[in-house]
């Protein structure tokens, strides 16, 4: 077992792959990452439902819980790690998560700027 | 000192500057197949993320139609989740029976993989037959337009996987775990584990913030 630990420093990992080989250890991965996820999920839609915290704090919550438990798929099932072996991946993860933000974030924003700055539809419709 | 080195490496200095580089060559092919699968999944993420936009910008125009809070059912989105999540961990186990040549185990995680997804599918085509029939069509507001292309487009993909899945199925059984079936499956596994971590955004930004405002 140490002696392909050693052998897999050789070359970068594909997405997916893991660094140790032990049956036990990988499993134990899965199990991890499974009941992370379940509890943040289980969370989510716990703050969703309840009156017991601030409510407009919910949607900043529910956002935050939700890319924590990307994280979490990220990291126990795609094994993107920030080890040497996956910088690869993790550069066009970036790279992939910067366009993600740019065409979110950019379209909100300006979407909500013009309906902020346009007239009401029957305003319109009068002025013509 | 560097001939001694690097008998039988000719290419080990090519500029004979006294630096020995290792030169590998190209990555095995498992590694290129996964990347490049990784590259077009992270451009899926990309177009799944266009269509959040539109649904984030469109959410509010109901045009005198239901608003989400109207129309959403947690308890069948919490029912979908579980389902998700638990086939992504089958699958997860799949894979690791595939790695280790078991075949029990891998055509038993596949199966409980696709009967988790199917699971899933037939809950999200009764919530959108349910919703048609009401008349909340994609047709009816801007809201249901961006709705159901949004939500469809990710349960298409979950058909795909479906489809996939069962490929990869017949694919050890017909011709056994040789490496081009075990880079298939991993690519599967990359994919159908992508498509839970799309879920997890349509779940929180669709339905639970949906029903929230």
Same mark, same amino acid.
């Given at each position: 077992m140490?002696?392909?630990?050693?052998?897999?420093?050789?070359?970068?990992?594909?997405?997916?792959?893991?660094?140790q080989h032990s049956v036990g250890a990988r499993i134990v991965g899965y199990v991890v990452g499974l009941a992370l996820a379940l509890l943040l999920t289980a969370t989510s839609f716990f703050v969703a439902g309840t009156d017991l915290v601030w409510q407009p704090s919910i949607p900043v919550a529910l956002i935050v819980l939700a890319i924590a438990q990307m994280g979490?798929?990220?990291?126990?099932?795609?094994?993107?790690?920030?080890?040497?072996?996956?910088?690869?991946?993790?550069?066009a993860?970036?790279?992939?998560?910067?366009?993600?933000?740019l065409v979110v974030g950019g379209t909100v924003w300006i979407m909500a700027h013009l309906n902020a700055n346009m007239p009401p539809m029957d305003h319109i419709m009068r002025m013509q | 000192m560097a001939m001694t080195a690097t008998a039988g490496h000719a290419q080990a200095d090519p500029h004979h500057i006294g630096l020995v580089i290792e030169h590998p060559g190209p990555a095995p092919k498992r590694i290129v197949t996964a990347?490049?699968?990784?590259?077009? *999944? #992270? &451009?899926?993420?990309?177009?799944?993320?266009?269509?959040? %936009? +539109?649904?984030?910008?469109?959410?509010?125009?109901?045009?005198?139609?239901?608003?989400?809070?109207?129309?959403?059912?947690?308890?069948?989105?919490a029912i979908e989740t579980v389902c998700? *999540? #638990? &086939?992504?961990?089958?699958?997860?186990?799949?894979?690791? %029976? +595939?790695?280790?040549?078991n075949r029990f185990w891998f055509y038993l995680g596949m199966a409980?993989?696709?009967?988790?997804?199917?699971?899933?599918?037939?809950i999200e085509f009764r919530e959108f037959a349910d919703l048609v029939a009401q008349g909340y069509g994609p047709s009816r507001s801007a809201f249901l337009t961006a709705f159901f292309s949004l939500v469809g487009c990710h349960g298409l993909h979950v058909s795909a996987g479906v489809l996939w899945l069962l490929t990869m199925m017949a694919q050890v059984f017909a011709k056994g775990f040789r490496a081009d079936v075990l880079r298939r499956m991993m690519c599967f596994a990359l994919f159908w584990h992508a498509l839970?971590?799309?879920?997890?955004?349509?779940?929180s930004v669709v339905y639970l913030l949906g029903s929230a405002a």
């Open positions: 140490s002696d392909q630990s050693h052998a897999q420093t050789d070359h970068d990992l594909a997405p997916g792959e893991e660094e979490v798929h990220l990291v126990f099932f795609l094994h993107i790690t920030t080890g040497p072996d996956n910088t690869n991946n993790v550069l993860l970036a790279f992939g998560l910067m366009v993600v933000f | 990347y490049g699968f990784w590259i077009f *999944l #992270l &451009s899926d993420i990309v177009m799944f993320s266009c269509f959040f %936009a +539109a649904y984030a910008v469109l959410s509010g125009q109901t045009a005198g139609g239901p608003k989400g809070s109207e129309i959403f059912d947690q308890r069948n989105v998700l *999540l #638990l &086939s992504s961990f089958t699958c997860g186990m799949a894979s690791i %029976a +595939a790695d280790v040549r409980v993989t696709c009967l988790l997804g199917l699971v899933f599918l037939v839970d971590i799309v879920w997890v955004g349509v779940f």
